[in-house]
């Protein structure tokens, strides 16, 4: 999946700025700058629940330049 996002956002000129977690498999963090793509296996997505840390955020529109 992380191979796939990366590709696409080739496609869209974003390059990656960094990545994390890759060799482990259970949280793969893909940087592109304004957009960082989170990946996680079942247990860490259990575990960290990040919906719930960032939940309660401020929505705000987007839309692509």
């Known amino acids: 999946m992380a ?3 990366d590709d696409h956002m080739e496609g869209e000129k974003e390059a990656r700025l960094g990545l994390e977690g890759y060799e482990s498999c ?15 296996d079942t247990f860490s ?8 840390l960032w939940g309660h955020g401020k929505k705000v529109e987007w839309q692509k330049y």
């Open 3 to 5: 191979e796939e996002i």
């Open 26 to 40: 259970k949280w793969i963090i893909e940087d592109y700058g304004d957009i960082v793509v989170h990946l996680f």
């Open 45 to 52: 997505r259990d575990f960290y629940r990040l919906e719930d």
